[in-house]
């Protein structure tokens, strides 16, 4: 989970009543590494017809080419640290309930690692005409991928959530780089005068929520209204960012095809991202990951982690 050998013995301390060795930590871990492949290679027993993917980019290391002495003396291979994402899929249940399904290790997000992916998940049961919606961002290679893998499959675009350097941004949150701040407001609601950096962020504010509120609505057609509204309203100020909020529109429209109680697990990619946010706090205080199984194993605690506060919750709610 991010911590140190010595902040591990320092806390098994506490429970086992005296300091553990390096060895005997290490018998710890080696057996959590155990479930991991037990649990993340398992048969699936049923398939979703909702699953929401993406990807976090982490670094691991990797050996070179190259040798080099090391301060004994002995002639090593060089090691250096390399870009690598971990694919998730999230399992989506009618009941809204939702779990992790499947993740791995690849080396881009490209059309021929999503067909990969997607092909371990059928190995490993999943039925791929059952499959009805896939929920993501604006990653290119995974459309064609669908296509190939998951014949029935339709694509839901995230309309929010953080911007990725290597995918393209999600809907409404992309409207960011595109704003011209064209005819801002010389002064706010009471009359006072805005400065310009304040004129630019009442900009983002009012554009976003005005966005936002095209998905609040109750059916696609009043969405489809709404969206006009929204285009008469902004084309002439920013023109550009209109422009691209149009482009693959109806992909973010799909979600009302659902019961209208998943339409909030699925308009966003946000319970991915909330399990890779905290990911990244444990992935961040390592730093390059030795190897793959490291960087799988605490990714592994971090699923296994909100699972547990998934049946704690539910616990409390039955008491």
């Known amino acids: 989970m991010g911590l140190s050998l010595r902040d591990l013995q320092e806390a098994l301390y506490f429970l086992v009543g005296h300091v553990l060795s390096r060895s005997a930590v290490n018998q710890v871990t080696l057996q959590v590494q155990k479930q991991l492949e037990g649990r993340r290679l398992v048969p699936l027993s049923k398939t979703p017809r909702i699953v929401v993917v993406d990807g976090v980019w982490v670094e691991i290391q990797a050996t070179g080419d190259d040798f080099k002495l090391d301060r004994a003396g002995h002639l090593r291979q060089t090691r250096q640290a390399e870009e690598r994402v971990i694919l998730a899929a999230l399992a989506v249940w009618e009941d809204g309930s939702y779990e992790i399904l499947h993740y791995e ?3 881009a997000e490209g059309q021929a690692e999503w067909e990969t992916f997607w092909e371990h998940l059928i190995e490993r049961g999943l039925q791929a005409e059952a499959v009805e919606v896939v929920v993501s961002d ?4 995974l459309p064609k991928a669908m296509k190939r893998a998951l ?3 339709q694509q839901q675009r995230c309309i929010t959530v953080r911007l990725s350097t290597h995918v393209e941004a999600h809907k409404v949150r992309g409207l960011d780089r595109y ?8 002064t706010n609601e009471a009359g006072a005068k805005l400065k310009p950096e ?6 983002r504010f009012e554009i976003k929520s005005d966005a936002y509120k095209i998905y609040a609505s109750k059916t696609e057609e009043q969405a489809q209204q709404a969206l ?11 023109p550009k960012a209109i422009e691209i909020f149009q482009q693959d529109f109806e992909l973010t429209l799909t979600f009302y095809q659902l019961d209208e109680n998943l339409h909030r ?6 319970h991915l991202e909330r399990l890779f946010r905290e990911f990244r706090t444990k992935s961040d205080e390592i730093g390059a990951f030795p190897h793959e199984t490291s960087c799988l194993t605490v990714f592994f605690l971090v699923v296994e982690r909100d699972h547990a506060k998934h049946d704690r919750k539910a616990v409390a709610k039955d008491s």
């Open 228 to 238: 006009q509204q929204f285009i008469e309203k902004w084309q002439a100020l920013e």
């Open 179 to 186: 704003l011209s701040y064209q005819h801002l407001a010389e």
């Open 265 to 270: 697990h699925v308009r966003t990619t946000n």
């Open 151 to 153: 014949p029935q499959a």
């Open 198 to 203: 304040k004129a630019k962020r009442q900009r």
């Open 138 to 141: 604006g990653c290119l290679g």
């Open 105 to 107: 290790i690849a080396t």
